[in-house]
């Protein structure tokens, strides 16, 4: 965006050597993808980019810089940051009582209570109990700094479709097979539910299958597309399955040897059996 409204002008990207030149532009490349795909908002693209680029200095000299730009204030993102935690400690707060008390036991004035809060505070944030269960299972799609660093750093762009899958995943383990089967419910009583917020990534994963086939990681001519719809499929069954079966297996290393199979990864490129049976 800097770069946009700025031709002439490096900005805080002058101080850059011409290797983290490159890795700036590919990492702009990726943040626009996700502003795309998420559909996540210009500055919060510019927070994960800035963040990324202190790194790449190791000092906090391009935080400071895009700080003091008149284009990109600290303000907002202290803003931003400040509504974000509010929520989360929120819905942790409601995710406890949840696998405590039981989904269908437990109340909004319970959650305002556990959170000391008032009831219309609450609302400002969720319309309600339900709104708590869409807004962590919607997590996934976007990016938080440690997330987003993982993302950027996999070996290949299969193990990326892997990390989005295993976010579901950790938030199926996090919630246990009572709580995530309330994720199934709301899916059969409305549009929002597990599958379809895993399936809000099906542009992303067809993208990525692509690149693996063009790298030869998958070995298929099947349309990318269709094998992302597929291993989505197959990993919302297991996930469905692994809450029928109150956890009774490992759904984490199940989910990984479905997705390589329905994806066609080359053997050379699955993770060994014994690595994969100690997810």
């Not at 509504?83 to 036991?105: C, H, M, P, Q």
């Amino acid at each position: 965006v800097y770069k946009r409204q700025h031709p002439n002008n490096d900005g805080p990207f002058g101080h850059l050597n011409s290797f983290q030149r490159r890795h700036v532009n590919l990492l702009t490349l990726q943040c626009q993808g996700l502003q795309g795909i998420f559909e996540t908002s210009h500055k919060k693209v510019v927070k994960e980019l800035y963040k990324i680029l202190c790194v790449l200095n190791h000092r906090n000299k391009s935080r400071i810089m895009f700080e003091e730009s008149k284009h990109f204030s600290s303000g907002v993102f202290e803003v931003q940051d400040s509504s974000w935690k509010f929520k989360e400690e929120v819905a942790e707060t409601a995710i406890s009582l949840f696998k405590r008390d039981g989904y269908n036991n437990v109340t909004v004035n319970d959650i305002c209570k556990a959170c000391g809060i008032s009831r219309s505070v609450f609302y400002s944030s969720f319309n309600g109990k339900r709104s708590i269960l869409e807004y962590m299972v919607e997590k996934p799609q976007h990016n938080d700094d440690k997330s987003f660093m993982k993302f950027a750093h996999a070996d290949n762009d299969f193990e990326r479709i892997w990390q989005l899958f295993d976010r579901f995943i950790t938030i199926a383990y996090d919630f246990g097979p009572e709580l995530t089967s309330t994720l199934f419910i709301m899916q059969f009583e409305s549009p929002e539910g597990i599958r379809t917020a895993i399936h809000a990534l099906d542009d992303l994963f067809a993208t990525l299958a692509n690149n693996c086939a063009k790298a030869g990681i998958i070995d298929t001519e099947e349309p990318p597309d269709l094998l992302s719809r597929i291993a989505t499929d197959l990993v919302c069954h297991e996930l469905y399955v692994w809450c029928s079966q109150k956890g009774n297996f490992s759904l984490r290393a199940r989910a990984r040897q479905y997705a390589e199979v329905a994806y066609h990864v080359k053997p050379e490129y699955r993770m060994p059996a014994e690595q994969r049976d100690a997810l």
